[in-house]
């Protein structure tokens, strides 16, 4: 019974520092976007959620800034920047997927009048 309780707690432990690990693991990120409303916030927040590695996006509207925290061994901030462009919008430098730009709506695009 001893043996059985020991590891039992053995195991518990060791959960409980790989949960810990993982948690290190992760990085943040800012990125300066094109983005201009609350549909922009919806669209990229939505496609960061089906990127491998990201763990939370939060996009504010106002300042343009998308902050985004990742595992950093299942994506980069590269990757992070490319899949921003392929929705269309800009990520800091890395300017926007001509066709995918031409494919958001009109008040997502970076010269409508809000």
Known sequence: MKKLLLSLLVFL?????QAQDKSK???????KTSAVCDMCKNTLEKNMA???GVKKADLNV???VFTITYN??????EKI???INNAGYDADESPAD???YENLHACCKKDSKH
């Open 13 to 17: 432990f060791s959960i409980t520092l």
């Open 25 to 31: 693991k992760l990085e943040t990120i800012t990125i």
């Open 50 to 52: 089906y990127e491998k």
């Open 62 to 64: 106002e300042s343009k």
């Open 72 to 77: 950093p061994q299942k994506t980069t901030p």
């Open 81 to 83: 920047k490319k899949a």
């Open 98 to 100: 001509p066709k995918a």
